[in-house]
């Protein structure tokens, strides 16, 4: 097989729909080991593969539709052996593969034309299997025992695929072709069509957990009317960004549409699921974050994640799970691994932040929307929430908010570098734990700061004063027990041992973020994350180089994070270094057009050498929810907005616009009942702001220049 063929096998192709995703080559293949249809955390398709008779098929191009529907794929045909009086050239049929999903059943239509002169008599071979792996087994865990794979039912017109867990739950794979093939063996069938020339026929297929109705035309272009409808309704959501720049557009576009591809309808609201392959599930950590990068924009979403995770806190202790009365949870699985217990992560909450983020979020959300009866409804979970930081900080030596496993299985490390290497002394060595995370500290703060405010919302001004006092309690340790003067930075963590691990992470960016750090330090921290030794010209990397573990094509160890930059370029913009966070957003920028304008979950942190792209790090997810939203919040922390919901007014503090730009609009965007436009526009060396539109009458808009 040439290069090229090669490469078209290791390109991936997504779609998701709910609970479901289908991971496919660039021929619309599933053929790879990472590769398949998932439902629920299980593989129901883990071989579908198309061939023209004993040939592959030679492959056009292949894509996904911008809006994250549909996946093209374009096809001709190798010289096919005779099957009639004479054989077919190449190049004489063209197949349009369209692929899609919707209500978590796959959907194609292979649109089959002949091009030459004379009759062609066209073989269609698939072959399919359906393993039914959990999907950390596809990740590489391995199981002692499994349930039983049930001998396939091939059927008039397709293939059923069952298997009975080891929970005594059947799982099933339908699929269905909408004629009978004229060979059906172990995991093969094939299909006969008679193309004259010039004629086109359509051949559909549809793969779901039950049998359905016959694939036809009217049923593939229902459900692609639906699918197509719920992804316009998603896309919709929220204000529009527009620029003098057609790539930055493309850009913010993509990230819209990602995002929107990921966010799946639940009955609390919209929730973004964390990535895709690996993540497609909901997880805390990633969802508020993801809400805090795009709640300017959209707060929405924001509403249905913090929802959603109300209503799965934790309400007693349960040591296997990490939970605790208040905690809010780190990730939710429903495969059947998780099911019986083998792991811990059917609804799991060893993640020592997500607790505090939510406390964030919440408040963030209030100034944002000024939603006095969301706000009052979820109070009891933000009590709870902020019981359970409370107790952690009061039984911790130094007050400060750590974290232990407390069972075999779950996470050794729980903060967003979850990795077992990632925290760490200047010599190498493994922090033991209990283990208190700078950045941590900086969300514990804000959390209690937040809490203080909203109590005063809600006429509580005495747990107010209480929750003020905390929070400055908590800054005076962060200052005494975390700054190392030596390195002109905070440490990544403090141990067990109550030792400062003095390490230079891009932790401490986040702790510039929630507004924690003392100015002049913040000051110090976010000039050495503009450094070269962090700063490779495409983000911040997660350790700056030269530092103990120091790897960049490590997971957490010097590797880029897009969302983490972000954080860092917005905590570098509180810090007032305004040039800083223009300098971020070009260097994610330029790093999405070399990944056509979709920022994976993380790449190599490989300095930039002119005319060499970013170094893609080889298991990253694509799309990634907070990847996505990196460049929003970038773009926000550079153009200084900031949306006041309950005063109503918009604040904007020495914008800058990204680098080549010469205007940026912002488009419905909502508040209160109205909406309005944002424009932001380059005046010589000066950035005029205007509001435009009817929901603009009687808005304030305060410029800090």
């Not at 298991?619 to 550079?638: E, F, I």
């Amino acid at each position: 097989m040439d290069s090229a063929a090669d490469a078209a096998l290791y390109t991936r192709y997504v779609l998701k729909d709910g609970d479901s995703f289908l991971v496919a080559n660039s021929y619309g293949d599933v053929a790879g080991p990472s590769e398949g249809f998932f439902v629920s955390d299980t593989r129901v398709l883990s071989s579908y593969r198309l061939r023209l008779g004993e040939e592959t098929p030679t492959l056009l191009s292949s894509a996904v539709t911008q809006d994250n529907v549909l996946f093209v794929a374009h096809l001709t045909n190798r010289a096919l052996s005779p099957l009639d009086e004479v054989g077919t050239p190449q190049g004489l049929i063209h197949i349009n593969r369209n692929r899609f999903l919707c209500q978590e059943r796959m959907y194609e239509r292979l649109t089959c034309v002949n091009y030459g002169e004379t009759r062609v008599t066209l073989p269609l071979r698939f072959s399919l299997a359906a393993d039914f792996w959990d999907m950390f087994e596809v990740r590489g865990s391995k199981r002692p025992a499994r349930g039983r794979l049930m001998e396939p039912e091939p059927g008039e017109i397709g293939y059923v695929f069952r298997y009975v867990g080891l929970d005594d739950v059947e799982r099933a794979s339908f699929i269905r072709f909408s004629r009978p093939p004229i060979f059906q063996g172990p995991g093969e069938l094939e299909f006969l069509l008679t193309l004259e020339s010039d004629e086109t026929q359509d051949f559909y297929i549809e793969v779901g957990s039950d049998t359905g109705e016959p694939p036809s035309r009217e049923r593939y272009r229902q459900q692609a009317a639906v699918a197509r409808r719920r992804m316009r309704t998603k896309q919709r959501r929220g204000a529009r960004i527009l620029s003098s720049g057609p790539l930055f557009d493309q850009w913010m576009r993509q990230s819209r549409s990602d995002l929107a591809l990921l966010t799946s309808e639940l009955e609390t609201g919209p929730y973004p699921y964390a990535g895709i392959p690996w993540f497609s599930t909901p997880f805390g950590r990633d969802a508020v974050i993801t809400a805090l990068q795009t709640l300017w924009l959209d707060p929405g979403l924001a509403k249905g994640v913090l929802r959603f995770l109300a209503e799965h806190q934790a309400k007693e202790d349960a040591p296997f799970l990490d939970a605790a009365p208040g905690k809010i949870m780190h990730e939710t699985r429903k495969g059947e691994m998780s099911s019986l217990r083998e792991l811990p992560f059917g609804l799991y909450y060893g993640g020592v932040d997500t607790t505090p983020l939510f406390v964030m979020l919440a408040h963030a959300h209030y100034r944002r929307t000024g939603d006095a009866a969301f706000l009052a409804s979820l109070w009891p979970s933000l009590e709870a929430a902020i019981g359970w930081v409370e107790r952690v900080c009061d039984a911790n030596p130094l007050g400060l908010l750590d974290y232990a496993r407390t069972a075999e299985g779950g996470l050794t490390n729980q903060g967003w570098k979850d990795s077992g290497d990632s925290v760490f002394h200047a010599d190498g060595r493994l922090a033991p734990g209990p283990i208190a995370l700078v950045e941590v500290q900086g969300y514990a703060f804000a959390a209690l700061q937040g809490m203080a405010q909203l109590a005063m919302v809600l006429g509580q001004p005495e747990r107010a004063a209480g929750w003020q006092l905390r929070a400055e309690r908590l800054r005076g340790a962060v200052e005494t027990h975390y700054w190392d003067e030596d390195m002109g930075f905070y440490g990544l963590a403090i141990d067990g041992e109550r030792q400062l691990c003095r390490v230079r992470t891009s932790n401490p960016g986040h702790l510039l973020y929630t507004g924690l750090a003392e100015p002049a330090r913040a000051t110090r921290v976010a000039e050495q994350l503009l450094s070269s030794a962090f700063f490779s010209g495409w983000g911040v990397r997660t350790v700056a180089r030269g530092e103990a573990r120091y790897n960049p094509i490590s997971y957490h160890n010097g590797s880029t994070w897009p969302h983490d930059s972000a954080l860092c370029g917005s905590g570098i913009a509180r810090a007032g270094v305004r040039g800083g966070v223009t300098r971020l957003l070009r260097g994610a920028f330029e790093a999405a057009v070399h990944f056509d304008m979709r920022l994976p979950e993380l790449f190599c942190g490989f300095s930039r050498r002119q005319g060499a792209p970013p170094v893609a790090y080889p298991v990253a997810c694509l799309p990634q929810a907070w990847a996505a939203g990196s460049g929003l919040m970038l773009l926000q922390a550079c153009l200084g907005i900031e949306v006041d919901g309950v005063q109503n007014m918009v604040e904007i503090n020495r914008p800058e616009l990204p680098t080549g730009i010469e205007d940026v609009r912002i488009n419905d965007l909502p508040i209160g009942e109205r909406r309005f436009d944002l424009v932001f526009r380059k005046v010589g060396e000066r950035i005029s702001v205007f509001a435009e539109g009817e929901g603009a009458s009687g808005l304030a808009v305060c410029i800090r220049q």
